[in-house]
């Protein structure tokens, strides 16, 4: 078998999971919408609900995995030997420096106005 790039192998699962029957209902979309106060077209109801069903195929896919035996991650990679910095404190003071890089006044950054008096 021919090896096969990420993108494949992730447009084979989304075109297998949308061959699934959408389990997620026009009703229970419309009450979701309506607790999280948002409109949802005709079209963005069909989108999501097919969304969600994937979702909910993955979940299922997901649970089904035997993971026993095998050790939780507390990183996100497999290298043991990850090298990160040390934090170190340093007592220098940068505010000059960091405030050289934009728009300040009186020690402070000028940001646009958001607020209206």
């Known amino acids: ?17 949308n061959k699934r029957k959408i389990t997620i209902t026009k ?10 106060r948002i409109k949802l077209s005709d079209d963005e109801i069909q989108y999501y609900s097919k969304e969600l069903t994937m979702l909910d195929w993955i979940h299922d896919t997901l649970l089904k995995v ?15 030997d990850i090298h990160v910095r040390d934090d170190i404190i340093n ?3 940068i505010k000059e420096e960091i405030l050289s890089n934009t728009k300040s006044e009186h020690g402070y950054f000028v940001v646009p106005k958001v607020i209206n008096d």
């Open 27 to 36: 009703e229970e979309m419309l009450k979701t919408a309506q607790l999280v």
């Open 66 to 80: 035997n993971t026993e035996g095998v050790s939780p991650m507390r990183y996100g990679t497999i290298d043991k």
């Open 1 to 17: 078998m021919p090896a096969r790039s990420t993108e494949d192998l992730i447009t084979s699962l989304i075109e297998f999971a």
């Open 91 to 93: 007592s220098q003071n």
